[in-house]
């Protein structure tokens, strides 16, 4: 009993002594807070991509259209069937291409973003840096800093 109690103890202790130097050691300094999405809207990039995005989908709309008046044009039933077949191939294909061009541009986006954020940081000393959305209180907003940075 009297070794079980020792034993307990002394690991009491040892888990009491690992979180104090913890506690001690993680002393952060510095926190800054940052407005992601206003970042993000305002960036250039961002605009850009969202224009380039409107204009593909005009594009595609305008490719239906097309497409539309070309099955209409069938006589019968089963050379439109056919030629939907086809459209409607070419059509997802297209829509993946459209998805997957800025799905990629968008992560670069926002590697870019977040490395502006983190370079920012850094050279201002900042130890942390969270999201506005997440901080109720404390912590130096960076967000004009950041938006002023972000091409």
């Known amino acids: ?16 002594f690992g979180i104090n130097n913890f506690a001690m050691s993680s002393g952060v300094s510095k926190i800054a807070v940052v407005d992601v999405q206003a970042v993000v809207s305002k960036s250039a990039q961002v605009q850009s991509l969202k224009k380039e995005q409107a204009k593909k989908t005009e594009e595609l709309q305008s490719w239906l259209k097309v497409v539309r008046a070309d099955v209409d ?4 039933a089963e050379g439109k069937e056919k030629l939907l077949k086809k ?12 998805r997957k061009n800025y799905q990629d541009k968008l992560q670069a986006i926002d590697k870019s973003i977040t490395g502006t954020i983190s370079e920012h940081a850094k050279s201002n ?6 999201s506005k959305g997440v901080v109720i209180y404390g912590g130096d907003d960076i967000t004009k800093a950041v938006s002023k940075l972000v091409k």
Not at 1 to 16: C, W
């Open 87 to 98: 459209y409607n191939a070419e059509y997802a294909k297209k829509q993946e291409t459209i």
């Open 125 to 130: 000393g900042y130890d942390v840096v969270l």
């Open 1 to 16: 009993m009297k070794k079980q109690t020792l034993i307990v103890g002394l690991a009491m202790f040892a888990i009491g």
């Open 73 to 76: 044009k069938q006589k019968t």
